[in-house]
């Protein structure tokens, strides 16, 4: 192969962190939709947690059901059409889903509401899968991650928009009254999203990107394939008796929990004895690494999804606690946090001098924040209460100074501050708990990279697979937050949410153990990946 660098086409990579941003702008606005379908269906807040359950639930099924077809007809299908049209597709699966809100919310059906977003998502599924590999390929590969990263700059910016323009449409205005959101609200936002959907898929549809095609043969392997889709199976019975029975909610969200860590463990521990038809499973880290991402996207989601409730919670941040309408500027800035934290994982795209680097790892966090701040200011005016948390941006900072860009080490730091944050959080109330809770993000906006790059390392022909599999376990964003969830729901009204955010705690700890797992595992294969920089989300 050539050694000669390949240029990065920008024009391309332009218009592909487009398809980034609205997948972080939907997401991040379910913190904004969950509180309001709880009041106006009248949900408990597990029963809320649902629509977070149908969206990343659909990554995992769109994603498992990409490979198990591939796998039956021996070839990638996605390969086969190309990246490009693969965008394409799912973008327009999402038109589909958001067309189909409007029907689901005219009728006043939650589950018909469930079913339309899961088909968004089941189109992000598409577009998730084919944009990551397509933005390796529209340059030089080893500065593959350095697009990714950027990618997720664009990513985070969404997420930060995504609470403050759903507010403005639901409510009238992000301080407006809820009970002016209507299902007219919701008809008109999302007729607006699908027709923003749609332009963007007939601009890649009509624009001159490449294909996006690679010669990577593809790896099957039966008994991977039998292993997620008995956990597949397994999880859904458990959601079947959920529905037809009254037994409560919590111990079926725990047999699930066993259920995903059961099969993958049994799966490596059957894979290590004979390689036959196991692919990938055969290498621990790789299993380490699914756990990671289950837990991460798991944790990440419901600090999120159930903050929403928490701010509602009377006697937490008001007496009265706050109404759905005014809780977005605290939800934008906790995306906002990683928007901090991406930004400044995004400087290694810059040739810069070391002194440079360092600067800028100063300097960039704060920008960060004051465009945060800058955005909250034009659509809710006073932001004065969020100046101190620039404190906990100075913590991040030296976090991130402190982990050297290292895998291990950065997930390690990142993991453990995360759950004292969080743990500071539960243990206190008012403003200073709410910054507790919001810093978690700047902990979570780099954990990607690094779980995803110790992962897959040292897979060899199996990284693709592994890739794959990794990003099938962003089911841990439908899993999770019912977890906490139901938690909230069994310790009561008054105090519930609170206390239930020591389930995002547990999820830390757990990182953090991982973390050093994949340190001895890589080790006792002669891998050093403490000296390697992971990807972007």
């Given at each position: 192969m050539a050694n000669q660098k390949q240029p990065t086409n920008t024009g391309a990579l332009?218009?592909?962190?487009?398809?980034?941003?609205?997948?972080?702008?939907?997401?991040?606005?379910?913190?904004?939709?969950?509180?309001?379908?709880?009041?106006?269906?009248?949900?408990?807040?597990?029963?809320?947690?649902?629509?977070?359950?149908?969206?990343?639930?659909?990554?995992?099924?769109?994603?498992?059901?990409?490979?198990?077809?591939?796998?039956?007809?021996?070839?990638d299908i996605l390969n086969r059409i190309g990246y490009k049209k693969g965008i394409i597709y799912g973008i327009w699966i999402s038109v589909a889903g958001a067309l189909l809100i409007?029907?689901?919310?005219?009728?006043?059906?939650?589950?018909?509401?469930?079913?339309?977003?899961?088909?968004?998502?089941?189109?992000?599924?598409?577009?998730?899968?084919?944009?990551?590999?397509?933005?390796?390929?529209?340059?030089d590969p080893s500065t593959g991650s350095h697009r990714l990263n950027l990618a997720g700059g664009v990513n985070s910016l969404g997420t930060t928009l995504g609470p403050i323009?759903?507010?403005?449409?639901?409510?009238?205005?992000?301080?407006?009254?809820?009970?002016?959101?209507?299902?007219?609200?919701?008809?008109?936002?999302?007729?607006?999203?699908?027709?923003v959907f749609a332009a963007v898929a007939l601009f890649f549809t009509f624009s001159r990107l490449p294909a996006g095609k690679d010669d990577d043969r593809f790896e099957g392997s039966f008994k991977a394939s039998r292993s997620l889709i008995l956990m597949t199976v397994l999880i859904g019975v458990i959601i079947l008796i959920g529905q037809l029975t009254s037994i409560e909610k919590l111990p079926l969200l725990i047999v699930t929990l066993l259920v995903v860590v059961g099969i993958l463990v049994y799966s490596n521990s059957a894979a290590v004895k004979n390689h036959d038809k196991w692919?990938?499973?055969?290498?621990?880290?790789?299993?380490?690494?699914?756990?990671?991402?289950?837990?991460?996207?798991?944790?990440?989601?419901?600090?999120?999804?159930?903050?929403?409730?928490?701010?509602r919670e009377p006697g937490y941040l008001t007496i009265s606690g706050l109404d759905e309408s005014k809780i977005s500027k605290y939800v934008s800035l906790y995306w906002a946090s990683l928007m901090i934290g991406r930004w400044t994982g995004a400087i290694g795209v810059f040739n810069l001098s070391e002194m440079g680097k360092r600067i800028a790892t100063i300097v960039v966090p704060f920008v960060a924040f004051g465009v945060a701040l800058f955005v909250n200011h034009l659509y809710?005016?006073?932001?004065?209460?969020?100046?101190?948390?620039?404190?906990?941006?100075?913590?991040?900072?030296?976090?991130?100074?402190?982990?050297?860009?290292?895998?291990?080490?950065?997930?390690?730091?990142?993991?453990?501050?995360?759950?004292?944050?969080?743990?500071?959080?539960?243990?206190?109330?008012?403003?200073?708990?709410?910054?507790?809770?919001?810093?978690?993000?700047?902990?979570?906006?780099?954990?990607?990279?690094c779980i995803f790059s110790l992962g897959v390392a040292g897979l060899g022909k199996f990284t693709s697979q592994g890739s794959a599999f990794l990003i099938m376990m962003i089911l841990g964003g439908a899993v999770v937050p019912p977890v906490q969830g139901a938690v909230g729901d069994a310790l009561g009204s008054t105090t519930g949410m609170h206390y239930s955010y020591i389930v995002a705690v547990v999820c830390y700890v757990i990182l953090a153990w991982l973390a050093l797992r994949l340190k001895s595992t890589l080790k006792a294969q002669g891998l050093n990946f403490d000296e390697q920089i992971g990807g972007g989300h």
């Amino acid at each position: 192969m050539a050694n000669q660098k390949q240029p990065t086409n920008t024009g391309a990579l332009a218009t592909l962190v487009l398809v980034f941003f609205f997948w972080g702008f939907i997401a991040a606005s379910q913190s904004i939709f969950i509180p309001f379908c709880k009041h106006n269906f009248s949900l408990t807040q597990f029963e809320s947690q649902l629509l977070g359950s149908a969206f990343y639930g659909a990554y995992f099924i769109g994603s498992l059901a990409l490979y198990i077809i591939s796998s039956l007809v021996k070839y990638d299908i996605l390969n086969r059409i190309g990246y490009k049209k693969g965008i394409i597709y799912g973008i327009w699966i999402s038109v589909a889903g958001a067309l189909l809100i409007i029907p689901s919310a005219n009728a006043h059906s939650f589950a018909g509401l469930l079913a339309a977003y899961f088909v968004v998502a089941l189109g992000f599924s598409l577009q998730q899968t084919a944009a990551q590999p397509f933005a390796i390929i529209l340059g030089d590969p080893s500065t593959g991650s350095h697009r990714l990263n950027l990618a997720g700059g664009v990513n985070s910016l969404g997420t930060t928009l995504g609470p403050i323009i759903f507010s403005v449409f639901l409510f009238g205005q992000v301080g407006g009254d809820a009970s002016l959101a209507t299902v007219t609200n919701i008809n008109n936002l999302f007729l607006i999203v699908a027709c923003v959907f749609a332009a963007v898929a007939l601009f890649f549809t009509f624009s001159r990107l490449p294909a996006g095609k690679d010669d990577d043969r593809f790896e099957g392997s039966f008994k991977a394939s039998r292993s997620l889709i008995l956990m597949t199976v397994l999880i859904g019975v458990i959601i079947l008796i959920g529905q037809l029975t009254s037994i409560e909610k919590l111990p079926l969200l725990i047999v699930t929990l066993l259920v995903v860590v059961g099969i993958l463990v049994y799966s490596n521990s059957a894979a290590v004895k004979n390689h036959d038809k196991w692919g990938a499973m055969r290498y621990p880290q790789l299993i380490y690494g699914m756990l990671g991402i289950f837990l991460y996207v798991g944790v990440e989601v419901t600090i999120d999804n159930n903050f929403g409730a928490l701010l509602r919670e009377p006697g937490y941040l008001t007496i009265s606690g706050l109404d759905e309408s005014k809780i977005s500027k605290y939800v934008s800035l906790y995306w906002a946090s990683l928007m901090i934290g991406r930004w400044t994982g995004a400087i290694g795209v810059f040739n810069l001098s070391e002194m440079g680097k360092r600067i800028a790892t100063i300097v960039v966090p704060f920008v960060a924040f004051g465009v945060a701040l800058f955005v909250n200011h034009l659509y809710s005016g006073d932001v004065s209460d969020l100046y101190g948390y620039a404190g906990f941006v100075a913590v991040a900072v030296a976090a991130f100074f402190f982990g050297q860009q290292k895998p291990v080490k950065t997930l390690l730091t990142l993991a453990l501050l995360a759950g004292l944050f969080i743990l500071t959080g539960v243990l206190s109330s008012g403003i200073f708990s709410v910054y507790c809770i919001m810093a978690a993000g700047l902990c979570n906006s780099i954990m990607w990279p690094c779980i995803f790059s110790l992962g897959v390392a040292g897979l060899g022909k199996f990284t693709s697979q592994g890739s794959a599999f990794l990003i099938m376990m962003i089911l841990g964003g439908a899993v999770v937050p019912p977890v906490q969830g139901a938690v909230g729901d069994a310790l009561g009204s008054t105090t519930g949410m609170h206390y239930s955010y020591i389930v995002a705690v547990v999820c830390y700890v757990i990182l953090a153990w991982l973390a050093l797992r994949l340190k001895s595992t890589l080790k006792a294969q002669g891998l050093n990946f403490d000296e390697q920089i992971g990807g972007g989300h």
